[in-house]
């Protein structure tokens, strides 16, 4: 049903007017009647204004299209940063100005909704997304996306375009910086824990803002790692594992997902039907918004799948697609293509309904206007306890010979390489609002911690210098690794080595014969070979954000034992590409027990340099046999307890990632030779030995079959429990009828 937009009267109309004539401003009522109220009232264009979002809306250039209802929503604009002029002594220039044309000054008065990228942290900036994974600790990984949005709301933003939940087996891709890993179970347990951060219990808490599970799918398999590139992979592959996140993360109550700018298997996400609207809408009842990428709806034109604007339009909306980021083609051609009957009307209702829904459960009817903030945005010391906690759980050490952790109390420490002054470049590759000046760089760190006179620092480019003061110190510890620039979105590299010049002056470092700690600051799997050879001791640290100086002080002075685990297997080289735990297996086994001369390249062995899971401490763990409550467990129900005895069996304190891993070793169709199940966190004292639990269900072995649907066979199923994919004691269990 449309209304009639000449017959309405043009005045501006607040949230003063009388319930009865705009009865869904009722908060009493059921979103779901208010939504129907408010959408009897609207005109065929006033819809079709709530499915396009424009960029960095300005209050005055866009007035007119505001109140007259012809953008529902904006991407970037904030209180903090909009791309426009602000008054200084107005923090919430933009935002309100903006959402009081649409309230105040249209027709109906719906408020706009402003979506921002929040990625890891808004002015408190963590870790990237990977570094976040490598701390396999949900709850860390939750109060994170909390902070995040405590900040975030303060600027206006009411929505955020995170977590990435795209499979990330490809280090070239730029991107996985900010995914959550290789795993579905390790980035769908994270994806879960960021929803619950940034939406909490009720989205429309002042507090809290809606979260956005992208890029529904298959990104991660850019042809490549070249961003953007195409996608060669069966429904299968997907439904096993690359869809598992996005289900993990609607599982949690996410309120939006965003298709992807790739196509699967010739068809690109944004006109993909069955992806789309059967499986995502239908098959998982997921009921909130689907939103385009950026221009995502008019790059259908250049896939050469829409021969114009509105042939890509058509097909966005058919296929699923809710909310237009940006191309403008709902705005131009949806009304036309219903009115000539090539669109369905219900579908541009559909894609209203779930829009207008969202504005409802979050609040902007009742609460439109960030007025006076709540309190300032600037990193606390609340905040940098989380922080904080976030760059320390990111380190993982990857090889370590006894150098680590230095002695606090004796000798001197030299500091080298292009971060040690570092601010903005530890922030990494999705900070909006983050600010350089933010952040405690390596060297302020050091110098708190040992004072002028036992640091030497050789700042900015390795030189000369640097080789010659690794003399005058006890030990070196190298900054290395990538600016953010050379990750995240359209930053793929056709080589993981380290960026050039590096590894020439770790050679001549480490020729002088001192002890040598290489820190890698990175978006992305490195190839480390050599710097492992090189070095004592390596740590890879990811960009860790504002406490980066602090988290790597506690790290290498030892007052934290390290405990990050890596989130994505390492590769030897950059030929080893793809490698990650889920390889399945082929009719010619290579496998680690076997001859490696067997493997698949003339001139090098094909196991990953290091593997999922991996991250050493300051201390050493034993693991006992896992043993089984029972060694059958039903299919129809019930569960078996896997438990295994963990010893620390060195002198400090630490925490160690217990990893269940599994094999389903025959099933319809070939099946990870490893595959992580679940994993539990225990800290231990020096000499204590603590107790693993996981409870095992044969949900947990379900799968996808040749036919697509799911279903757990009978039969064995071998458990694995380790310190990472590669290492640990196995045991058999047999599902049963
Ligand atoms: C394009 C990116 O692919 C997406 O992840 C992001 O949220 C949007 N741009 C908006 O910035």
């Given at each position: ?8 009267p ?36 006033e ?81 990237i ?19 995040a ?63 956005c ?10 042809a ?12 299968n ?15 949690a ?236 979105e ?52 990811w960009?860790p954000?504002?406490?980066a ?59 990953p ?20 409550s ?45 595959e ?62």
């Open positions: 049903m449309t209304g009639s937009p000449q017959a309405a043009a005045a501006s109309r607040g949230h003063s007017e009388r319930p009865s004539q705009r009865p869904w401003l009722d908060p009493g009522l059921p979103v779901a009647e208010r939504v129907a109220l408010l959408m009897g009232a609207m005109t065929l264009e819809k079709v204004g709530q499915t396009h979002q424009v960029a960095n809306i300005h209050p005055d250039d866009d007035a007119d299209a505001l109140r007259g209802a012809r953008i529902g929503s904006s991407l970037f604009a904030s209180g903090a940063t909009g791309g426009n002029e602000r008054d200084e002594g107005v923090l919430a220039f933009n935002i309100d100005a903006a959402q009081r044309h649409a309230v105040e000054g249209s027709r109906l008065g719906v408020p706009l909704l402003f979506g921002r990228d929040v990625i890891h942290g808004h002015r408190t900036v963590f870790p997304p990977l570094g976040l994974a490598a701390a396999w600790d949900e709850d860390l990984v939750e109060r994170a996306a909390t902070t949005a405590r900040e975030a709301v303060v600027d206006g933003v009411a929505w955020t375009f995170a977590p990435m939940v795209d499979l990330s087996e490809e280090p070239r891709w730029g991107r996985v910086a900010e995914s959550l890993g290789e795993t579905p179970v390790l980035s769908g347990r994270m994806a879960a824990a960021m929803v619950r951060g940034f939406q909490g219990a009720d989205p429309g808490h002042p507090d809290r803002i809606a979260a599970a992208k890029h529904f799918a298959g990104y991660g398999l850019a490549g790692g070249r961003d953007y590139d195409t996608v060669s992979v069966g429904e592959t997907l439904r096993n594992l690359h869809l598992r996140p996005f289900r993990a993360a609607v599982d109550g996410v309120c939006t997902v965003m298709a992807a700018f790739n196509d699967v298997d010739g068809i690109p996400m944004h006109a993909h039907r069955h992806l789309l609207r059967d499986v995502l809408k239908g098959e998982w009842g997921f009921d909130g918004v689907v939103v385009a990428d950026w221009n995502g709806i008019g790059q259908l034109v250049n896939q050469g799948v829409a021969a114009d604007l509105c042939d890509a339009a058509r097909q966005a909306i058919e296929a699923g697609v809710d909310l237009d980021m940006s191309s403008g083609s709902y705005a131009a051609h949806l009304a036309e293509l219903v009115r000539s009957g090539e669109v369905d009307e219900a579908l541009v209702d559909d894609a209203v309904r779930r829009i207008l829904t969202l504005k409802f459960r979050l609040g902007l009817f009742e609460r439109p206007y960030v007025g006076e903030p709540p309190r300032a945005n600037a990193p606390s010391a609340q905040t940098r306890e989380v922080a904080r906690a976030a760059a320390e759980a990111a380190h993982v050490l990857v090889s370590n010979n006894g150098v680590l952790p230095l002695d606090p109390s004796s000798g001197t420490v030299h500091l080298t390489g292009p971060f040690v002054d570092a601010g903005e470049e530890l922030l990494g590759t999705w900070t909006l609002d983050g600010r350089g000046e933010d952040v405690v760089s390596p060297a302020a760190a050091f110098r708190a911690r040992l004072g002028a006179g036992r640091l030497l620092v050789t700042d900015g480019r390795f030189s000369d210098r640097a080789v010659q003061q690794v003399r005058n110190a006890d030990v070196t510890v190298a900054l290395l690794g990538e600016h953010p620039w050379r990750s995240g359209a930053n793929s590299v056709s080589d993981i080595g380290l960026p050039a010049g590096q590894l020439d002056v770790l050679r001549r470092l480490a020729r002088i014969g001192k002890p040598l700690v290489a820190v890698v600051y990175t978006g992305r799997p490195l190839e480390l070979g050599e710097v492992m050879d090189l070095a004592d001791a390596v740590l890879v640290v960009h954000g504002v406490e100086g602090n988290a790597l002080a506690s790290v290498v002075f030892g007052d934290t034992s390290p405990h990050g685990r890596l989130p994505m297997t390492f590769p030897l080289t950059t030929g080893h590409i793809p490698t990650s735990t889920h390889q399945r297996p082929t009719g010619r086994l290579v496998g680690r027990d076997e001859d490696s001369r067997l493997g698949r390249y003339l001139d090098d062995l094909v196991f340099r290091l593997p999922f899971g991996h991250g050493l401490t300051y201390t050493t763990f034993d693991y006992g046999p896992p043993r089984l029972s060694g059958e467990l039903s299919l129809t129900g019930g569960e078996v307890e896997l438990e295994v005895d963990v010893t620390n069996s060195g002198d400090r304190p630490a925490r160690e990632v217990v990893q269940l891993y599994f094999r389903d070793p025959v099933a319809e169709v070939t099946r990870p030779l490893t992580l199940l679940d994993w539990e966190a225990l800290v231990l004292l020096p000499g204590e030995k603590g107790v693993a639990r996981f409870a095992v269900t044969a949900e947990q072995f379900a799968y996808f079959g040749r036919d697509n649907t799911a279903r757990t066979d009978l039969g064995e199923i071998v458990l694995r429990v380790g310190p990472d994919a590669l290492r640990g004691g196995t045991v058999s269990l047999r599902v049963t009828a």
